[in-house]
């Protein structure tokens, strides 16, 4: 009787392989496949952990390019108790090119780490050059700081550290507005021009001429061809 059961249940186990066969056969035939809950480690030549590709469903083929949904890209730093998550980059559809380190998307897209949070609309990430490509409605916000502007070039680093910000220089071009907690000493409520560039080494937002500023509500054109605000702490 015992022998009998074990019969019929390997029976069942092994429909199900057949079935599972078929289905991933099919797939394969197809030319792709869907995998849940994807994650895919990247490392440095050191073998330290840097960045880490994750995604609720990863749909494609077998030539390195799949369809991220509801995904994220890690960034991990190394501390003294090991590699610790430094940043997350979100969002909710992409094309996954493995092959060549890239992942690009047209929707919502959002860079957050404790150093500063960029978002944007579209994007291109380079990870093997480590440059992120805003396509439009780009925004930065740095200690009560928020830059505004049409599209905008994120360079990363390519290993961050508790000395080296991931975020290391960020160029946005068009429409630029800056406004929130500015210095003081600026004496200015809001500041708009053409090109913005932030450097993480001196964590100072340049504008370049034409710039307007705003003053107890009036907007009039600076008064130089380029100021420099800086957004960092104290």
């Known amino acids: 009787m015992h022998a009998a059961a074990q019969s019929l249940r ?13 289905v ?11 995998l849940k809950n994807m994650r895919v480690p990247e490392f440095e030549a050191a073998g330290r952990m840097i960045r880490r590709v994750t995604a609720e469903t990863a749909t494609g083929g077998l030539t390195g390019k799949s369809r991220l ?11 003294g108790g ?14 996954y090119d493995r092959a060549h380190q890239t992942v690009e998307g047209d929707g919502h897209v ?6 500063g949070d960029v ?19 780009v925004t930065i ?22 000395k080296e910000a991931l975020i290391q220089e960020a160029t946005l071009k068009g429409g630029i507005v800056v406004s929130g907690k500015l210095d003081p000493k ?4 809001k500041a708009e021009s053409e090109q913005a560039v932030y450097t993480a080494n001196d964590e100072i937002i340049t504008l370049s001429s034409p710039i307007y500023v705003w003053r107890k509500g009036v907007k009039t054109p600076a008064e130089s061809d380029s100021i420099a605000i800086y957004v960092g702490k104290g």
């Open 141 to 162: 916000d740095h200690n009560g700081v928020r830059v505004a502007g049409n599209s905008g070039e994120i360079i990363l680093a390519k290993a961050p550290s508790a």
């Open 82 to 95: 090991g590699d610790v998550q430094a940043a997350t980059l979100g969002f909710k559809d992409a094309a």
């Open 119 to 137: 978002a944007g609309e579209g994007f291109f990430y380079d990870m093997g050059h480590s440059r992120l490509r805003l396509k439009s409605a």
């Open 10 to 22: 390997s029976l069942r186990l092994l429909r199900h392989v057949v079935v599972l066969a078929l």
């Open 110 to 115: 959002a860079l957050s780490s404790a150093r």
């Open 24 to 34: 991933l056969g099919g797939c394969v035939a197809a030319g792709e496949a869907t």
């Open 186 to 189: 600026l004496d200015i409520e």
């Open 69 to 79: 949904k509801n995904g994220t890209i890690e960034f991990f730093e190394a501390s």
